[in-house]
């Protein structure tokens, strides 16, 4: 007897052709047949699937397809969340997919994690870990506050594209 994840997958294929080189699914079924599945949802930049009334992120539709068991979080690694490409998705947990986030378009100094104090008139390094702030310290110069931030993210584990700005 088959279990419910391989039913999950065999289901998928059953509707679905999914290319891991280009990341698109394919419908194999009904009047779409031969379409490009899914469509963009413009609040979240995902890709969605309609499959039997409900939607579902094409992201984890390619781990279920992949025959990969399905993680908690799916992190697409150079931040764009319509690239679905089998190489630019990584199971993640949530605390590991917050070590791969885009830079915030509030930042200012170019550096996350690097801010200015305008009181103290020096740079600012610090980070996040384990779900706390850890504040590295005053720094005089910039390149020493970066220098500070890089290697605490090395340390912790922080994904290499983490606050790059990849688009």
């Given at each position: 007897?088959k279990?419910?994840?391989?039913?999950?997958?065999?289901?998928?294929?059953?509707?679905?052709?999914?290319?891991?080189?280009?990341?698109?699914?394919?419908?194999?079924?009904?009047?779409?047949?031969?379409?490009?599945?899914?469509?963009?949802?413009?609040?979240?930049?995902?890709?969605?699937?309609?499959?039997?009334?409900?939607?579902?992120?094409?992201?984890?539709?390619?781990?279920?397809?992949?025959?990969?068991?399905?993680?908690?979080?799916?992190?697409?690694?150079?931040?764009?969340r319509a690239?679905n490409?089998w190489?630019?998705?990584?199971?993640?947990s949530k605390a590991?997919?917050a070590?791969?986030?885009?830079m915030r378009?509030?930042?200012?100094?170019?550096?996350?994690?690097?801010?200015h104090?305008?009181?103290?008139?020096?740079?600012?390094?610090?980070?996040?870990?384990n779900?706390?702030?850890?504040?590295?310290?005053?720094f005089?110069?910039?390149?020493?506050?970066?220098?500070?931030?890089?290697?605490?993210?090395?340390?912790?584990?922080?994904?290499?594209?983490?606050?790059?700005?990849?688009?």
């Amino acid at each position: 007897m088959k279990t419910n994840k391989q039913l999950r997958r065999l289901c998928v294929k059953e509707l679905l052709w999914y290319s891991p080189a280009n990341g698109i699914f394919i419908w194999l079924q009904g009047p779409r047949r031969g379409k490009v599945a899914g469509c963009l949802d413009r609040d979240s930049g995902y890709i969605r699937i309609g499959i039997g009334g409900k939607l579902y992120y094409a992201h984890r539709l390619a781990f279920i397809y992949m025959g990969k068991p399905l993680p908690e979080e799916v992190d697409h690694i150079n931040h764009f969340r319509a690239d679905n490409r089998w190489g630019n998705l990584r199971a993640s947990s949530k605390a590991g997919n917050a070590k791969n986030q885009k830079m915030r378009s509030t930042n200012k100094s170019g550096v996350t994690g690097v801010s200015h104090c305008p009181r103290t008139k020096k740079w600012i390094s610090q980070i996040k870990i384990n779900g706390k702030h850890v504040h590295l310290g005053y720094f005089q110069d910039i390149a020493e506050a970066i220098y500070a931030r890089e290697e605490a993210a090395k340390n912790a584990g922080y994904h290499p594209n983490h606050g790059k700005d990849l688009l």
